[in-house]
């Protein structure tokens, strides 16, 4: 495969799925799917789409590591081990994660590197081919380098009170979504409203900290506040474009209002290749073979369209965030296989530089405006 632009995924349930599932992502998809065969994992979760050796094959430079657990009221089962009953649970589930992270990196500081800083950004990103196709590829053929993970949390409830947001800052968390279902901060999928007194004093420490607001799962209402009342930066790290999802009952997507404000904070939306969320009426029984990768180019193709450019596209993929190979578009066997969106783009009129800057160069950008 012809893998010449530089990914960046904005969403990545990973911590989660080392915790519940025991994954290990220095290895391959292939080898966790052999490996769970037995297991009752891919009935919760998926065939997974990660691994260390497919982020190499794909060139996926750096990935937005979530801190994900669920409130129990949406409790998936018992055998999810990331859910809590209040507050206090939800910071030791959320901490968890992060320490998981560290650990990781720790253990594996040659496959993956935490990004906090700028100066790691450079460091994660200097081993990678050039983004661009024209300068070619290195003589020596595909080359190895850490996968840089920047600390996404998803659900703020781990937080217990503002002023405990310097922790986790200091700990490397950069962006912050408050919402998952409704949170004490704010309406959220399946759970509209709009923003909270509390969800107000989390933005306004946020804003203090520098920390890029993610709206995705936060419901219309309150993430229309939050552009206008949130100082910070703002993206979507994964959701998609409502218009084209014509009859969709959830709230879970943008609606044209949401991303044109996106658009004019100067955000960026991670586009999710997730089949329910391409096509409305798709079910599980209709097979990965009824979507196919265009309805993921249609939404990146609408989003660029409303903007009137390519510098607020992007990829979030939220693979293996409860869904895995089967849910996926029919060309997607793992991660890699996101560069299979190239051609499509380029069909659509789209230059190199515009599918560089839809593959990794928008986040890149923003992470570079916005890491310390
Ligand atoms: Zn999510």
Redesign the pocket.
């Known amino acids: 495969m012809t893998s010449n632009y530089l990914i960046v995924d904005a969403?990545e349930d990973l911590a989660w799925n080392m915790l519940a599932f025991g994954r290990d992502y220095t290895r391959s998809a292939a080898e966790t799917r052999r490996l769970e065969q037995e297991s009752d994992t891919p009935a919760y979760n998926g065939n997974t789409l990660l691994g260390w050796p497919d982020y190499q094959a794909g060139q996926v430079a750096i990935v937005f590591g979530s801190l994900?657990a669920s409130p129990q009221r949406a409790s998936p089962g018992g055998w999810d081990s990331q859910v809590y009953a209040d507050f206090e649970q939800a910071h030791r589930l959320y901490w968890g994660q992060l320490e998981q992270y560290q650990r990781f990196v720790d253990r594996h500081s040659d496959q993956f590197q935490l990004v906090k800083t700028y100066s790691d950004l450079k460091s994660a990103l200097a081993g990678w081919r050039k983004p661009l196709p024209h300068y070619g590829l290195p003589p020596e053929g595909p080359q190895s380098s850490p996968v840089g993970l920047v600390i996404l949390m998803?659900g703020a409830e781990g937080v217990r009170k503002p002023s405990e947001l310097e922790d986790w800052w200091e700990m490397g968390v950069r962006i912050i979504g408050p919402a998952?279902i409704g949170t004490r901060y704010c309406g959220g999928t399946h759970e509209p409203g709009p923003m909270t007194k509390d969800g107000w004093a989390l933005l306004e420490r946020m804003q203090d900290l520098h920390l890029t607001l993610d709206i995705?799962?936060m419901d219309e209402k309150a993430a229309l506040q939050a552009l206008d009342g949130y100082s910070g930066r703002v993206i979507a790290s994964?959701a998609n474009a409502k218009a084209l999802l014509k009859g969709i009952e959830t709230n879970r997507h943008l609606s044209d209002r949401v991303i044109q404000k996106l658009v004019d904070r100067d955000g960026v939306i991670g586009v999710v290749p997730h089949n329910p969320f391409l096509r409305v009426d798709w079910k599980a029984s209709d097979g990965k073979a009824a979507v196919s990768l265009s309805a993921v180019a249609a939404q990146i193709d609408y989003i660029c369209q409303l903007a009137g450019n390519a510098r607020h596209a992007g990829l979030g993929s939220?693979f293996d965030?409860g869904f895995g190979y089967g849910a996926t578009p029919a060309e997607i066997n793992t991660v890699a296989d996101l560069q299979k969106l190239a051609p499509l783009l380029q069909q659509k009129g789209y230059t190199e530089v515009d599918i560089a800057a839809i593959f990794g160069q928008n986040w890149i950008k923003l992470l570079e405006k916005t890491l310390p």
């Open positions: 969403h994900f998803e998952w995705s799962h994964h939220d965030g």
